[in-house]
């Protein structure tokens, strides 16, 4: 027996057989005639002579060998067989590794899967009969194509496109479905808003309804888009209290009448200020909505909440709608058909004056007829229904019935529990606020007597 060091063990040269050196309690080192040299572990169990091969010198270092022979000389002092515990190790290894190659071929099958199923790829080609999407762009892909093109304008789809190919797909779009949480919305909306947050509150839209579209098909369970303005404030919409007078609506009325936009144009904008509903559902406004004296505006055209809405429709509004069929403020231009929500304000953001008023521009007069906003503060078609609503508190609407004329939902559990629409309660407050508008419009003595002169 030998006490073995580094300098011994290379010192052991190969014979014409294979040879054996123990050092003592069996642990000991083989030399092949090769000049392999192995480290093992001779030992009895159950009266039975058994050999374990430990690794071999110099790859398995001395140090490691002795720590291998301790552990197998453990397993024979409590009656266990080290070859076991190596089979068992070495089928452990070989099932890990197993695994491991399977998910490399599923990943690899997914990669290719995802490479193949792109957004470009899925609004390009036919979609796959009950298709499922698995990744955030996959999702962004069938909305796009099953939601959006059945219920956006055109140009609001362009927008929509840039969004979704500039930052939703870039920030989450190999992203699974499933595996999306608020803090992953969060984060997105926080870096799009650190370079343009009106980006970034397109972005927090359209990502709200493509979740909220998935959850209704079942592939998704939660909604990671909800509530992200209070966690990033920078995209919060600024607050604008800005509402006319009854001298800027006598004004505004007047100016919209005489103004060179086509007739479709000049009633729409005045049926958001006599409805008090949002410019955008008044440019939509189709025939088909109305029945009788109510307009109801579908979910996928109501605004920020898309949820259904109905409005009474007094003799003024019936009268600015007229008896037109389709949509009833028609655009000839485009594929939408009905005129566009930013035409209403481009209309009034080039107010008209008289077409004999001149202005001199170096040594030449021209014809200076545009003054944006009818000469008036900036204002813009959304601020004719704040005006609406905020003159409700003088025929004495509570507000909460004016929140529910012009569809806002109630917040905290009010809104969660309390699903009353109060039809006669709006049709009461329009009729109020018309009788109102009608008051403010008719020519006054005053008026009358600067006629005269």
């Known amino acids: 027996m030998k006490q073995f060091t580094d300098r011994y063990l290379t010192s052991l040269k190969p014979q014409d057989k294979k040879y054996v050196v123990r050092e003592g309690r069996g642990f000991a080192i083989q030399v092949l005639p090769s000049g392999t040299k192995t480290f093992m572990y001779i030992f009895e169990l159950n009266k039975q002579k058994g050999y374990l091969l430990l690794g071999n010198y110099p790859a398995m270092s001395l140090g490691d060998a002795r720590i291998a022979y301790n552990d197998a000389y453990k397993l024979v002092k409590n009656g266990i ?34 490479e193949k199923d792109s957004f470009d790829s899925l609004i390009e080609d036919e979609l796959p009969e009950g298709y ?67 980006s970034a509150r397109n972005v927090m839209k359209f990502g709200r309804q493509m979740f909220k579209y998935a959850c209704r098909q079942e592939w998704a369970e939660i909604q990671p888009f909800q509530e992200i303005t209070a966690s990033v404030p920078k995209i919060a919409p600024k607050t604008d209290d800005r509402h006319l007078d009854d001298d800027e609506i006598v004004k505004a009325w007047k100016e919209i009448s005489k103004g060179p936009s086509s007739t479709e144009v000049k009633r729409a904008l005045k049926l958001i200020l006599v409805t008090a509903q949002r410019p955008g559902e008044v440019a939509q406004i189709h025939r088909d909505q109305i029945k009788d004296r109510w307009w109801t505006i579908p979910a996928e055209v109501a605004g920020k909440n898309e949820r259904e809405h109905r ?37 009034i953001n080039r107010g008209y004056l008289d077409e004999d008023v001149v202005k001199v521009v170096g040594n030449r007069k021209i014809k200076a007829r545009k003054e944006p906003y009818f000469g008036m503060k900036p204002w813009s078609p959304h ?71």
């Open 311 to 347: 409005v009474y429709l007094t003799d003024t509004a019936l009268e600015l709608i007229g008896q037109g069929k389709g949509y009833i403020f028609s655009s000839g231009r485009g594929k939408r058909g009905h005129i566009s929500e930013n035409t209403l304000s481009q209309a």
């Open 81 to 114: 067989d080290p070859r076991e515990e190596k089979r068992t190790a070495i089928e452990e290894q070989s099932r890990l590794a197993n695994e491991a190659r399977l998910q490399a071929e599923a990943a690899a099958l997914a990669a290719e899967k995802l």
């Open 132 to 198: 499922t999407p698995i990744t955030v762009e996959q999702l962004a892909a069938i909305w796009y194509v099953k939601y959006s093109k059945e219920n956006h304008s055109v140009r609001w789809r362009e927008t929509i496109l840039s969004a979704i190919k500039t930052h939703i797909i870039p920030g989450i779009g190999k992203m699974e479905i499933s595996s999306v949480r608020h803090k992953h919305a969060v984060s997105l909306i926080e870096q799009i808003a650190s370079k343009v947050p009106g």
């Open 383 to 453: 601020d004719l229904r704040r005006t609406a609503r905020t003159n409700m508190a003088r025929v004495g609407i509570t507000d909460e019935v004016g929140e529910e004329v012009i569809n806002h939902i109630k917040p905290g559990i009010v809104g969660v529990y309390n699903k009353y629409r109060y039809d006669n309660e709006k049709k009461d407050a329009l009729l109020k606020w018309e009788a109102l508008l009608l008051n403010i419009l008719s020519p006054k003595p005053q008026d009358s007597n600067a006629d005269g002169e």
